[in-house]
């Protein structure tokens, strides 16, 4: 069994899994992976168990050696490259089940308030959400509560016509969903986050409209 070593958050975790998606579809694979956040082992797990083949192990200190970052076209890019032979899938499938018990509208957009760990870190401004209610072209479904499964929120991006919400790991599945997105940046951290995954590759970043700030 191939042994990857990873490390980041819940959406790096996103983009990792798609960096090793096309080896986890052949063989069985372990990573083992650094979080400093212990609440959220259960979620990470959660997104590694969307490919069958991947074993997930936590390590209580990060690595020495190169490990798997949630980023593209960084300064590592070439290391993880070299070593592990990566070959990411920008738009990859998933065994995501019937999402027909939600009775959702045929056509619908997506918007999500929050954004981070606990959804406490990044928070559209009532005056945005309001916004965002009164231009929508189809009815929106408010995502982001503990009432949904990682698979379930997936299958219900997947279907939907738009997605708005602030940088994170639900705005990395809707463009590798294909579905286009309205991203909110809150500071340069957002903007460096997004850089390095969203408009790191022409494949997301197509789907992607960015705005900083609060106006919409």
């Given at each position: ?33 650094h ?51 990566l ?22 957009e997506?918007l ?24 929508a ?80």
């Amino acid at each position: 069994m191939k042994v990857f070593y990873a490390g980041g958050t819940v959406g790096d975790t996103y983009v990792i899994l798609c960096k090793l998606y096309r080896i986890a579809k052949k063989e069985k694979i372990l990573v083992r992976h650094h979080t400093s956040w212990k609440s959220l082992e259960p979620i990470i797990r959660e997104i590694y168990a969307l490919l069958p083949n991947i074993s997930v192990e936590f390590l209580k200190d990060k690595p020495l050696d190169v490990q798997i970052c949630g980023g593209f076209r960084y300064s590592g890019w070439e290391a993880e490259q070299d070593k592990y032979n990566l070959q990411p899938e920008y738009y990859p499938e998933f065994e995501l089940g019937s999402i027909e018990h939600f009775h959702l509208p045929s056509e619908y957009e997506i918007l999500q308030r929050m954004s981070g760990a606990a959804g406490q870190r990044r928070k559209i401004s009532e005056e945005d959400v309001n916004g965002i209610l009164n231009n929508a072209k189809f009815p929106v479904i408010d995502i982001g509560n503990d009432k949904t499964s990682i698979k379930e929120i997936i299958n219900i991006i997947r279907n939907s016509r738009h997605f708005y919400g602030p940088q994170g790991f639900l705005s990395f599945v809707a463009v590798s969903q294909k579905v286009s997105s309205t991203v909110f940046i809150y500071n340069e951290a957002d903007d460096h986050a997004v850089k390095a995954r969203m408009e790191a590759i022409e494949e997301w970043k197509n789907f992607l409209n960015k705005i900083k700030g609060w106006t919409i």
